[in-house]
């Protein structure tokens, strides 16, 4: 029997479902094979100092029997530039450990139910600005299990984080772009994908929001399109970095992900088959030549939104069209030529005759 410690990351701003890693066997809990469901994700939470704030978390039992689940806090900090978290064991010295209670720590959870679990953080006053707590699920394993030969016993949880704002007249938003690039300079056809990254330099957790807009001039006068970015609202934590894709699409024509019953297809490696599409309703966004795309980004320093602005530029060159086009534009030069040179002989040879 082999025992895998459990290497606890997450991802906020999204839906978690995390269990540690069962290499070449079965997991386990209570004994049996077990899953289950956590939600939401994560949650925001915002409070006065001194308040009462809480929040319902949803377990469901995936498995058809009951399974016993523990409760444990813990609290996590940026694992990455993805949005991942990692979660870490607080040390005795967080005191704001102390302001959680459960409505239950230890429970049975009935086989196809959901079981609410109430989250409630008591601020003193003298809370402010940002906490990060990672609420951890846990199947309970009973000492008692028999071991099996070939078989791993897994330990694993699901997580829902929670970011808690304890407001407070000190708080600063602030971020700088690192880095803002197109994933490639050269595309031949749409979508083109960008990718930035912030960094927050402020006090408390927060959202980035903003727009790319595509221009053919680098001042974006001329507006061709807008990409909202970050409309998930990934947070990103004081002190840390965190990467945002988006992606311009609009055009022709336009690679699209192939799909069969309504679901995307994906090659061996999972990423997504994609297939140029031809939608002539789309014929006037044909894409062609040097584009700049702005990225504005927007946060509140507590008086006022304050911008912030990055330009790249990037091509659309259809290539392979433009070759097929230019073969075919000699073709007909030569057979234009041909023709011509074929009337001109003849002409000349009737002329001669007479």
Do not use: C
């Not at 839906?15 to 070449?24: E, K, L, M, N």
């Not at 289950?36 to 995936?62: D, Y």
């Not at 073709?331 to 009337?343: E, P």
Request: charged residues 15%; proline residues 7%; hydrophobic residues 40%.
């Amino acid at each position: 029997m082999k025992r895998f410690k459990p290497r606890v990351v997450a991802l906020y701003g999204v839906t978690i479902f995390f269990v540690a890693g069962a290499f070449g066997g079965r997991a386990l809990a209570a004994g049996t094979a077990s899953s289950i469901t956590t939600s939401p994700g994560f949650t925001s939470l915002v409070a006065q100092p001194g308040k009462s704030v809480s929040t319902t978390m949803q377990v469901e039992n995936n498995s058809p029997q009951p399974v016993q689940l523990a409760v444990q806090l813990r609290t996590f900090v940026g694992g990455g530039t993805n949005g991942q978290a990692a979660i870490e064991t607080p040390p005795s010295s967080d005191v704001s450990i102390g302001w959680v209670h459960f409505s239950q720590t230890s429970f049975t959870a009935p086989s196809g139910a959901w079981t609410p679990i109430v989250m409630t953080i008591d601020l003193p006053k003298s809370a402010a600005l940002g906490y990060y707590y990672a609420v951890l699920f846990k199947p309970v394993t009973p000492a008692t299990s028999t071991p099996q030969k070939g078989v791993n016993i897994v330990t694993g949880s699901n997580v829902v984080l929670v970011l808690l704002n304890a407001k407070s007249p000190n708080e600063q938003e602030r971020l700088k772009i690192d880095s803002f690039r197109a994933t490639k300079s050269l595309y031949e056809y749409l979508p083109a994908n960008f990718e930035f990254t912030v960094r927050n330099t402020g006090n408390i957790y927060f959202p980035p929001h903003g727009d790319i807009y595509i221009s053919r001039d680098k001042t974006s006068r001329d507006v061709i399109d807008t990409i909202p970015v970050n409309t998930p609202q990934g947070n990103v934590l004081p002190g840390s970095e965190r990467t945002f894709q988006a992606t311009w699409t609009d055009g022709f024509p336009a690679f699209r992900p192939k799909t069969l019953a309504s679901q995307p297809l994906t090659d061996a490696k999972n990423r997504p088959i994609e297939q140029l599409r031809w939608d002539f309703s789309n014929l006037g966004k044909f894409r062609f030549g040097k584009y700049y795309a702005r990225l504005a980004l927007v946060y509140n320093n507590g008086q006022r939104d304050v911008p912030v602005y990055q330009t790249i530029s990037f091509w659309v060159i259809p290539w392979k069209l433009l070759l097929v086009l230019l073969v075919l534009v000699l073709l007909l030069f030569g057979g234009v030529f041909g023709f011509g040179r074929f009337v001109y002989r003849r002409i000349h040879r009737i002329a001669r005759k007479r």
